[in-house]
């Protein structure tokens, strides 16, 4: 194979975070990749995005974090409650990530931070490209809805969780579904003070909800649907209706946000996760973000995983004499990590999307019960084990 260099044809299908931080990182190495999103344009849609610590210190190396923190909210802790408002675990952002590491969380809306990586790039993104079928992998070939075909050298697939690209790399990897449907929100209203910097988290009885601030007016909200949603309130109830009722008496400043949103501004969804895959390549076609390990949210390492990859794909091309060399020891760098986070993602979804009142009480139980420096550990681990790969020296013998 040919060594990776400024002319090598490096295909990103998908405009998303994950294919745009991937194209940032390899503008940064001397590398030119092309863009292929599906949507006709950016639009600022979609809901807040919770940046943690191992996603900001990836993106202080490619220099844009502090235009992150400044759009976006540093958040100086955050808090796991009963639905009573009881305080079951509380995360000292400044005592443990920021000390440590130098940066806490950031919540921000995920245009924010979209639009932050477009005004970085140089990148050609070439908008209305939806691929249709990836007909060949070494070498590459793509075909869009559109009938155009490319050929390059290399093709990345950032393409999401329903990854067209993925079927050529693994076809049978079905994603897998949770009969739970999820609730997503901005709501533009005035918190107290003391929830103006704060995350949170409400573990209720079927139902997980919470949230952060995304700027000085706008909260970002998710819950996942209990079944006594629909079990405690009349059927003719329209939906909102029925999300006030069964949350206005939850820990503030879950009733005070959920009384701002409008039935039009509820986005519901499913929940979904990849398996776990055996490979994330196959010829010169390489997965990313969540095409390779889409995941639950319950972790709240999605992006962030997402963003790892990116660095480590991008540094990892451009040190080795070819890129197959360059896929092989990013899968080496990422997949481990990357399946083991996904992993906790889903233990965590069984146990936030549980509906037994039982199970729910006895979680919330131990979580209250269990010493605040298990969780400490488990968040320095997870920083300390951030895909941050150092300045490596051209390989030219790899």
């Given amino acids: ?101 130098e940066y806490g969380y950031v919540a921000i809306h995920r245009s924010d931070l979209q639009g932050i990586l477009l005004e970085e790039l140089d990148a050609d993104i070439r908008m209305d490209k939806a691929c249709a079928e990836i007909e060949e992998t070494a070498p590459p070939t793509a075909r869009f809805e559109d009938g155009t075909r490319i050929h390059p050298d290399l093709l990345v697939g950032a393409d999401g969780i329903d990854s067209t690209v993925r079927d050529a790399v693994a076809p049978d990897a079905d994603v897998q579904t949770l009969d739970t449907p999820v609730y997503r929100a901005l709501a533009t209203c005035e918190l107290p003070e003391r929830h103006r910097a704060r995350g949170l988290e409400v573990w209720g009885e079927g139902t997980y909800t919470g949230g952060a601030p995304i700027d000085a007016d706008r909260f970002y909200w998710f819950a996942t649907a209990p079944d006594q949603l629909a079990a405690r309130t009349p059927a003719s109830t329209d939906l909102m209706e029925r999300i006030r009722r069964y949350y206005g008496t939850f820990p503030e400043p879950v009733p005070t946000v959920i009384d701002a949103i409008e039935a039009e501004d509820i986005v519901t969804t499913g929940l979904a996760d990849v398996p776990p895959l055996d490979h994330w390549s196959r010829g010169s076609v390489v997965l990313a973000g969540d095409a390779a390990h889409g995941m639950l949210p319950f972790a709240g390492q999605g992006a962030a995983q997402a963003i790892e990859d990116a660095l480590t794909l991008a540094t990892t091309l451009d040190a080795y004499a070819d890129h197959r060399t360059a ?71 790899a």
Wanted: hydrophobic share 40%; glycine share 8%.
């Fill in 1 to 101: 194979m040919t060594r990776v260099t400024e002319t090598t044809d490096i295909a990103i299908v998908g405009g998303g975070i994950c294919g745009l931080t991937t194209a940032l990182a390899l503008e940064q190495r001397g590398l030119s990749p092309t863009v292929y999103e599906a949507a006709s344009e950016y639009r600022p849609v979609g809901a807040g995005i919770l940046l943690q610590t191992n996603a900001l210190l990836v993106f202080d190396r490619l220099g844009i974090v502090d235009r992150i923190r400044s759009i976006g909210v540093p958040l100086d802790d955050a808090r796991i409650l009963s639905p009573r408002g009881r305080l079951l675990q509380r995360f000292d952002l400044d005592a443990l990530e920021r000390t440590e590491f």
């Fill in 327 to 397: 896929i092989d020891a990013y899968e080496n760098e990422r997949k481990q990590r990357a399946d083991r986070v996904r992993r906790e993602s889903g233990w965590l979804g069984a146990l936030g999307t549980c509906q037994s009142n039982l199970v729910c009480r006895a979680r919330n139980l131990a979580v209250d019960l269990l010493p605040s420096s298990v969780f400490s550990r488990l968040r320095r681990e997870r920083v300390t084990d951030t895909s941050l790969p150092a300045t490596v020296t051209t390989d030219s013998t």
